[in-house]
């Protein structure tokens, strides 16, 4: 997956749990890292699923980025 974001050059939101067990943090940041216009948000008490696990938080996070960019 390494090259699927290689020419993205837009604002992007990154949004990952806290407690995800499945994507490391670390890879989470060198993500937000290689994006020029990236903003990461960490979501507290969320595994790998915040659309189920925390949807008002993810939904406010959404919005609230969208209203900037």
Excluded: Y
């Excluded at 997956?1 to 992007?12: A, I, R, W, Y």
């Excluded at 943090?25 to 008490?45: C, H, T, Y």
């Amino acid at each position: 997956m390494q090259s699927c974001f290689e020419d993205l050059k837009v604002p992007t939101l990154i949004v990952a749990g806290e407690e995800d067990k499945i994507i490391p943090q670390a890879d989470v940041i060198k993500l937000s890292e290689k994006l020029p216009d990236a903003q990461l948000d960490w979501l507290a008490r969320c595994g790998h699923f915040p659309p189920s696990e925390q949807p008002e938080e993810l939904l406010f996070l959404i919005q609230n980025f969208l209203k900037h960019n």
